[in-house]
């Protein structure tokens, strides 16, 4: 028997937390009703109820929440910033549901959409698939950025597009003026258009549509829950393989290649690379308009918060360093066997893998792929960010909400 719980206002966390509780224990699914959609979102039981519907991964966006709460601290005539943080947080705890499949959905064509400044999806027709550039420089850049992740996973991992069965890739452009952000939310991506003051010049960037779309495809594959180590693990998938495809657009191996997440994201006078730096971690910007990249490259400068639902984008940039020393040590091309080694061991860790867990299964699955020779540069690439690989070793550095009372429980959308 599956439960659907209806909650809200005051008290409703507790009502979900006791629920979930009892869901638990009588081994029974959950659901809670969000927006007036049934979704299953608390089968997790008690951890599930601190980050709500954000544990059913809840809208994936570009910018880290820190990065607009900084940015709207720095920049207070600016109120851009904390206007997107604050439709982001919306966006994810209404929650992710992959697009009901439509007849037709299963060619894997493009189609492209112009918001043209406002907060419309789709909106505008401008490109579909086949169809001649537009002359519109984010639309036709949408439209090949979709064309050349359509093409990394269907040539290096034989998937057929997203959800491996077609799905259509759907963006829209220009959404919304001084929307400062870009989002998968399970159906499309979605490109804001930055503001004049703002410090992003675009967000339509090859890595940027990578890996947004790579959260769809994590969710397909093993639904990594969006909290703790998992959370930083499904945000690390994102920036290897949105890393791997840009690698893979510009042919360039593992030692070319600058491992920056989000080159190009910031005006010039910003001093910074990206949003995100692979290899090192901590040092893709310092700028008085950004604060400084607050990623840790090695365990022992784990983040311990229980904001960004337990620093998923703080502590992936461990398990990223880890992945960029690797496949610089075996030379060549990331997405060969580096690539190959990271897409099945997110499959064989499963849904709530800690760090020491997914090391595991990379070594596992380096064996399984023929690639043996290989275990002892995983070995090392781990060991140096701080990470022993483990069948059983759990996440015990993130906090676990398991306090009734910690006032971090929200549950505004249910009712
Ligand atoms: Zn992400």
Same mark, same amino acid.
């Given at each position: 028997m599956d439960d659907v719980i209806k909650a809200k206002g005051e008290g409703a966390d507790k009502t979900l937390l006791s629920a979930a509780d009892n869901a638990q224990e009588a081994g029974t699914k959950l659901y809670a009703q969000i927006d007036g959609n049934r979704q299953?979102?608390? #089968?997790?039981a008690r951890t599930a109820v601190v980050g709500g519907p954000n544990l059913k991964p809840g809208g994936f966006s570009t910018l880290p929440p820190y990065l607009l709460e900084e940015l709207s601290r720095r920049n207070p005539a600016n109120s851009d910033f904390l206007k997107t943080y604050n439709k982001t947080k919306e966006m994810q705890e209404k929650g992710v549901m992959f697009r009901p499949r439509l007849s037709g959905d299963n060619d894997s064509s493009r189609e492209v959409y112009d918001a043209k400044g406002k907060e419309e999806q789709p909106g505008e027709r401008a490109r579909f698939e086949g169809e001649k550039p537009s002359g519109n420089k984010e639309v036709d850049q949408a439209y090949d950025y979709t064309g050349v992740v359509r093409e990394f996973y269907k040539k290096e991992?034989?998937?057929?597009?997203i959800d491996g069965n077609g799905m259509k890739f759907v963006s829209t452009v220009n959404y919304g003026d001084n929307y400062e952000n870009a989002f998968w939310d399970g159906k499309q991506m979605t490109y804001g258009r930055p503001g004049e003051d703002s410090p992003f010049k675009t967000f339509v960037l090859l890595d940027v549509c990578g890996h947004e779309i790579t959260h769809g495809v994590t969710e397909k594959e093993s639904d990594m829950k969006y909290y703790g180590q998992s959370g930083a693990l499904n945000e690390s998938m994102s920036d290897v393989f949105g890393e791997l495809i840009d690698q893979y657009a510009h042919k360039q191996t593992a030692n070319q290649a600058d491992w920056v997440v989000g080159n190009g994201i910031w005006k010039d006078g910003i001093k910074g690379r990206g949003l995100r730096d692979m290899l090192n971690p901590g040092t893709a910007y310092d700028d008085p308009k950004l604060g400084k990249d607050p990623q840790p490259a090695h365990m022992k400068d784990y983040w311990t918060g229980w904001g960004d639902n337990g620093g998923v984008h703080y502590n992936s940039g461990i398990p990223n360093r880890a992945f960029a020393l690797f496949a610089k040590s075996v030379g060549g091309y990331a997405f060969d066997d580096p690539g190959h080694i990271w897409f099945a061991a997110r499959k064989a860790a499963g849904n709530n893998p800690s760090f020491s867990q997914f090391a595991y299964h990379t070594i596992e699955q380096a064996k399984a792929l023929g690639? #043996?020779?290989e275990v002892e540069k995983l070995q090392k690439a781990w060991e140096a960010v701080g990470v022993t690989p483990s069948k059983t070793t759990l996440d015990t550095r993130t906090p676990q909400p398991n306090l009734p009372d910690d006032g971090r429980r929200t549950f505004k959308k249910a009712g």
């Open positions: 299953e979102v608390l #089968a997790l991992f034989g998937r057929n597009s690639h #043996a020779d």
